[in-house]
């Protein structure tokens, strides 16, 4: 009898063991790819360009031929004073307002809100050569960058540094997914205009590249959900599988010191 409960439960415990092993397919990135050779994957969008929110803080450098004007506008800017190259002017923060307008000297209210970072620059540059010659405007966003939270290795808030971040790039700045990670289904949540968008990202999957979520936008939020069952160890082995090793040798030890 010993020795038939023994060869079950060593049968139980490979089943166990055999039907929990996790495919790697289901951890493996971008698995179903099988040749790019004959041609390329399309990039997601070609927008990708954030336009101008509320809220958003930009840094605004003016530079041009005229360094008299340009003194008198980057003091007002509160950058160096007499200064002769656009580079070494310092940077200043202007909150886009409720109305979606940012302050500027001498411009007065200036609409920031649905533009680009590059047709705002357009906007000023135009308005501001009534006051210099060839001016040159900079702009960049302050508060540029997004969250990655959940199942992550380090969640945070991360700075972007230009305009492509993609999702993939955000996952890395968070040391890749733990082993609890659903990979398969990442919740990106958006704000444009005031509403949130949510869009689902499968990292299994080449088609990634073909979601507008792709590419990240400021402010977005990437939340990787946890597996439904937290059964996964660090070393990718079932934890459950320990418990019924040691479940079987509670009994098997039972038994014996029975016969004892």
């Known amino acids: 009898m010993y020795r038939n409960f023994f060869g079950l439960a060593v049968i139980i415990f490979f089943s166990v063991f055999m039907s929990s092993c996790v495919s790697s397919k289901k951890v493996i990135y971008l698995n179903d790819i099988s040749d790019t050779s004959n ?9 990708f360009a954030d336009t101008i929110q509320k809220n958003d803080l930009l840094s605004i450098a003016i530079g041009g031929s005229n360094p008299e004007d340009l003194a008198t506008l980057n003091s007002a800017n509160g950058s160096v004073p007499g200064s002769t190259t656009s580079t070494s002017a310092k940077s200043i923060g202007y909150l886009v307002e409720a109305d979606g307008k ?17 047709e705002l620059e357009d906007t ?27 199942e992550v290795t380090h969640p945070g808030f991360f700075e972007m540094n230009n305009e492509r971040t993609t ?7 968070a040391n890749d997914l733990t082993i609890y990670g659903k990979r398969n289904d990442i919740l990106v949540i958006r704000e444009v205009n005031g509403k949130r968008e949510f869009g689902r990202v499968n990292l299994l999957s080449k088609n990634i590249f073909k979601s507008p ?24 082995a079932p934890q459950y599988i320990s418990i019924a090793a040691a479940a079987i040798g509670l009994v098997l030890a039972i038994l014996t010191l029975s016969k004892l």
């Open 39 to 47: 041609g390329l994957l399309r990039r997601a969008r070609t927008d």
């Open 167 to 173: 999702i993939l790039d955000a996952i890395a700045m």
């Open 102 to 118: 940012i302050q500027l000297p001498f411009l007065g209210r200036v609409q920031a809100q649905g533009l680009t970072r590059l």
């Open 124 to 150: 000023l540059t135009s308005k501001l050569s009534a006051y210099t010659k060839n001016p040159v405007v900079n702009i960049k966003f302050l508060n540029y960058g997004y969250s990655v939270l959940g």
């Open 213 to 236: 979520f792709f590419y990240l936008k400021t402010n977005d939020v990437v939340y990787v959900e946890p597996v439904n069952s937290k059964f996964l160890s660090r070393a990718g």
